[in-house]
C-alpha cells in the first residue's frame, strides 16, 4: 500500500518525497563546492544527474587556471560523477554563452560601463536555459554550489544571504526569479565556512577536494578585460583625452575600455597635486574626465531591470527603506527606494558612496531596526552616467 504524497514527510530539500524517487539535477561546475553538492545528495540516496555547461573555447582555457567550465574542469566534474556513480552530462551552451553573456559585456565596456557577467550568466544561462534542460529532464529540482540560502517564509521561499558573510553570493543572485527559486536548491548555504566544504570533499574522497577557487572572469585571461574586448570590437582601443571636471586637458589614454569609475593607479597624469580619480567615462568623445576623490561621492543612483523579491508588489509603496550593496566587496547601506515602475526605481543612498558605475548591480536587502536581516529583496542595474 503505497503512502499519498501529501502525507510523506518533506525530504532534506524541502520535497514530500522519498530521496530515492526525488530527481535532481546539480550544476557541477568542477569545482568543489558543486562536486560537494552532487556528492552529498548521492550519500543521502537522491537521484543525481550532474550536468556541466561547456561555455567557451576549451583549447583557450586548458591553459588558463582559476577559470570555470573550462576543460580540465570538465574532466574533473566527470571524474566526481565516475566516482559517486551517477550519470554526468556536458552541454554545449558555447553559442548561447557568447550571445546571452559575452557580447553584451564588450558592448557595456564600449558604452563605458562596468559590467558584471556572472550575474547574467546565472541569470540567462545557468537559471534559464540550463533550469530549462533540467525540467525537460524530469528533475524534482536543480541544486547549485552557490552560497546562499533558500528559507521557506508565510508567502513562499525566500533569498537570503549565506552563514559565511565571507562566501556569500546574494549580489550574483539577485535576479533570481521568484519561479526560479521554487525550482533551485543551495545545499551549502548554510555551511559556517569553505573550510566546511572541503572537509566534506575530503570525506567523500573527491578529486577535488584541495582545487583552488576559481577567481576573476571565466573568459577573460588573467584578468585583462581590455584583450578581451578588443578582439570582439576591434578598434575599441582608439586612443583620446583625459580631462580634468574643470576643462583641461591632462594627457592621452590609450583607450576608455582600459578605465573604470573610480580608478586612481595608472591614469598617466602626475605631477598635479592632489591625487585624481576617474569620475566619468565618455565613449562618445573618447574622454576619461578625471576630479578629485570627493567628485566620486555619489547619493542618487538610478535604476532600472529590477528583479523584486519582496512579498507585496514593488510599485504598490511610495518608498521602501532598505539596505543596498552597490559593490560585491562593500556592505550593504541604508537607503531608500522610490519605485518609479514595477522595474525602474530611484535609489537614494543615506551617505554618499564613491565609484557608483553604470553596469553595476544595485541589490536590496531587507533592514530591520538592527541593520540587514539577511533577506534578499532583489535588485537592479544601475544605468545613467554621472
Known sequence: MSIPMKDLPLNSLGLAKAPADTRVVVAMSGGVDSSVVAAMLKEEGYDVVGVTLQLYDHGAALAKKGACCAGQDIHDARRVAEAMGFPHYVLDYENMFREAVIEEFADAYLAGATPVPCIRCNERVKFKDLLATAKELDADCMATGHY???????????????????????????????????????????????????????????????????????????????????????????PGEIVHLDGR???????????????RRGLGVGGTGDPLYVVKLDPDSRRVIVGPKEALATRIV????????????????????????????RPPRPAVI???????????????????????ACVFYESGSTGPTGRILGGGWIWKGR
Open 338 to 360: 522610490r519605485p518609479l515602475s514595477a522595474t525602474e526605481a530611484e535609489v537614494e543612498l543615506l551617505d554618499p558612496e564613491d565609484g557608483v558605475s553604470p553596469g553595476q
Open 148 to 238: 546562499i540560502q533558500r528559507k521557506m517564509g508565510t508567502a513562499g521561499p525566500e533569498l537570503h544571504c549565506a552563514a559565511d558573510a565571507n562566501r556569500d553570493q546574494s549580489y550574483f543572485l539577485f535576479s533570481t526569479t521568484p519561479e526560479q527559486l521554487s525550482f533551485l536548491r543551495f545545499p551549502l548555504g548554510h555551511l559556517p565556512s569553505k573550510a566546511e566544504t572541503r572537509a566534506l570533499a575530503a570525506k567523500y574522497g573527491l578529486s577535488v577536494a584541495d582545487k583552488p577557487d576559481s577567481q576573476d572572469i571565466c573568459f577573460v585571461p588573467n584578468g585583462n578585460y581590455a584583450s578581451v574586448i578588443e578582439k570582439l570590437r576591434p578598434g575599441a582601443a582608439d
Open 249 to 263: 586637458v591632462m594627457g592621452e589614454h590609450r583607450g576608455v575600455i582600459h578605465y573604470t569609475i573610480g580608478q
Open 302 to 329: 538610478p535604476v532600472r531591470e529590477i528583479n523584486w523579491l519582496g512579498d507585496s508588489a514593488f510599485d504598490s509603496a511610495e518608498e521602501w527603506q532598505v539596505a543596498v550593496k552597490i559593490r560585491s566587496t
